[in-house]
């Protein structure tokens, strides 16, 4: 009996765990006036991983860096530790996101001659 009980109790738990995506200070998924995001995404040529940006309709921009402003408000932060997440690809960042109850809209390419980068857009799962 007690085997089954512990199935039954590790089977619902995921169910009841919401998920936590921290960007700066805040869980865009706990905020109900956030609904929809911008992902801004470049690799860094060096290294192999990608800079991460979302916008949820903070002050900042994407071109802050180049403005001499802090961009720690637009960085994918780990909860427990509050440290940047690193990821290694556009993909691992696409994956996070659909993990994380985000749904795919729409994304497109911006080739610009000094910067390029890649801009997805999420809806939040009802």
């Known amino acids: 009996m007690k085997p089954y009980l512990l199935l039954a109790l590790f089977s619902i738990l995921p169910a009841c765990c919401s998920a ?4 700066g200070d805040v869980d865009i998924n706990r905020a109900d006036s956030i609904k929809i995001v911008e992902v801004y995404i470049n690799r ?3 290294r192999n991983m990608v800079n991460v940006y979302v916008d949820y309709g903070q002050k900042d921009n994407f071109n802050a860096q180049s403005l001499g402003y802090r961009t720690d408000n637009l960085i994918i932060m780990q909860p427990e530790t509050k440290k940047k997440m690193v ?10 996101f659909e993990r994380n109850h985000w749904e795919y809209l729409d994304g497109f390419a911006e080739n610009a001659a000094a910067d390029s980068g890649y801009y997805y857009y999420f809806k939040k799962r009802q």
């Open 20 to 23: 936590q995506i921290f960007v």
């Open 44 to 46: 860094r040529v060096l």
């Open 87 to 96: 990821f290694k690809s556009t993909a691992a960042v696409l994956n996070f």
